[in-house]
């Protein structure tokens, strides 16, 4: 057979528990603040995507992965979630049903049809939250703590919160004339000279100028002073919340419907710049731009490959901790079914159990025990079962310990 995977796509098996754990964390994370997950199509009409994220977008004139059906009709596979959303929350006007702000939360695959290249797949999956219908900077300050949470909770340490804003779209206009006018008299790389005419902002970003903020206007002298105060009312809370953020002119954002608040949080564990691990911000007019209510939303995402990569130093100890609890070794019938008996026990107290119920010798099931790597061990014969006692060895320190049928929920609860 000479088939492989497609590029920029991944066969995950020895990583598996690790990307649970990193699943776990996020979505216990979001529950904490009131999130509920939702689960929308992998495919989406090819138009709620064109007219979300902007046909100029990377995403849309590159990226997209099309299909098409027999009777003509044109879908995308899914390039991120806050479109299908959106979509989601119009077609069955849930602004309508129910208590606002809606708080949504996903953890699902997205497809790009990228240069692949670490940290960057055709196929990812992405971690985002959605929140909609408030407008309060109170949201953005919450959102972008929780952010901040997220990382905490993973033990990512190293990362930059960049922060700006997009202002009004009366902002936005001034400030696209002023810049376009500048750059008309820089020299530009290949892309940034279309760009230019199409999506001037995405020249901030480009990878291959890298343009000194210093030679080009800024979105902050454009802003109304009431977005001015908007953004430093957040970036000062953060602070006070012992969230560090910092301002970054040049932060655009690389999706056409972004409003107001943008973010960013870039790893600095990498040596690559461009290693963005959550990006997010307000869209306050995308709802009743794809025909729903008028009303504002903030979100973000982030890619659990890249949380991957960072915390891939870290892998082993995150691995070794999803280890079995414990392991019996059984050395007779009755032995098995006292084991199922300690084990039912355990198991209603949240500590998982792995029993041997194959006859075979002791030193077969130890060399088991090699590959399945549990934190402790437990022989069990006819003697423990006649004196209700076993002896539990630890097997990273070592130590045995031996103890009353009674007391080992007692001695697994402390460990735990
Ligand atoms: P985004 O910046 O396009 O935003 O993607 C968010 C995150 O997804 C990135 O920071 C990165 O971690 C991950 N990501 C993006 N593309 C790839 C890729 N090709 N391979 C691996 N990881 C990738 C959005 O998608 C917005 N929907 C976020 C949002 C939600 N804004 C408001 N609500």
Redesign the pocket.
């Known amino acids: 057979m000479n088939y492989i995977k497609p590029r ?1 796509t991944e066969d995950i098996y020895e990583d598996i528990n690790f990307i649970k754990w990193i699943e776990n964390k996020l979505i216990n994370c979001a529950k904490l603040y009131g999130f509920s997950e939702i689960r929308t199509p992998s495919f989406e009409n090819k138009n709620l995507y064109v007219l979300s994220i902007g046909k100029n977008t990377d ?1 849309i004139s590159k990226e997209m992965f099309l299909l098409k059906t027999k009777s003509k009709n044109e879908y995308v596979l899914k ?5 299908s959303i959106v979509r989601f929350l119009i077609e069955n006007k849930l602004y309508n049903k129910k208590p606002l702000p809606l708080k949504f939360f996903y953890l699902q695959n ?1 497809y ?1 049809y ?1 240069r692949p290249q670490k ?4 196929q ?1 999956y ?1 971690f ?3 929140i909609i219908g408030n407008n309060s900077s109170i949201i953005d300050i919450e959102a972008i703590i929780f952010a901040d949470h997220i990382l905490k909770v993973l033990n990512i340490k190293k990362y930059l919160i960049c922060i700006n804003s997009l202002g009004t779209e009366n902002d936005r206009n001034k400030y696209i004339k002023a810049l376009t006018e500048a750059l008309k008299k820089i020299s530009k790389c290949d892309d940034c000279n279309k760009r230019i005419k199409h999506n001037p902002l995405r020249v901030l970003d480009c990878k291959i100028d890298k343009f000194d903020n210093n030679k080009l206007p800024k979105m902050y002298d454009f802003l109304s002073k009431s977005e001015k105060d908007n953004l430093e009312f957040i970036i000062q809370k953060l602070i006070k919340f012992n969230v560090k953020v910092k301002l970054d002119h040049k932060l655009v ?3 056409d ?2 409003t107001n608040i943008v973010f ?2 870039k790893s600095t564990e990498t040596s690559n710049e461009n290693f ?6 307000r ?1 306050n007019n995308l709802i009743k731009i794809l025909g729903g209510a008028d009303i504002p ?11 991957r990569i960072i915390l891939d130093s870290y892998k082993k100890n995150i691995i070794d901790n999803d280890k079995v609890d414990v392991y019996f070794i059984t050395l007779s019938n009755i032995a098995k079914l006292t084991a199922l008996k300690l084990a039912k026990k355990l198991r209603n107290n949240n500590i998982s159990v792995l029993i041997n119920f194959d006859d075979i010798n002791i030193k077969k099931q130890f060399k088991i025990t090699e590959k399945i790597m549990p934190k402790n061990i437990i022989i069990i014969g006819d003697k423990e079962v006649t004196e209700k006692k076993i002896s539990i060895k630890n097997t990273s320190t070592k130590k045995i310990i031996t103890l009353k049928f009674e007391d080992i929920l007692t001695y697994f609860r402390k460990d735990k």
């Open positions: 920029g995403i390039p991120e979630g806050t479109a997205m790009r990228e940290g960057r797949m055709r990812f992405q985002g939250v959605e954002r690389g999706l419907y972004y960013e949080i963005t691990l959550i990006g997010g911000g869209y939303a903030f979100g973000f995402a982030i890619g659990i490959e890249r949380i």
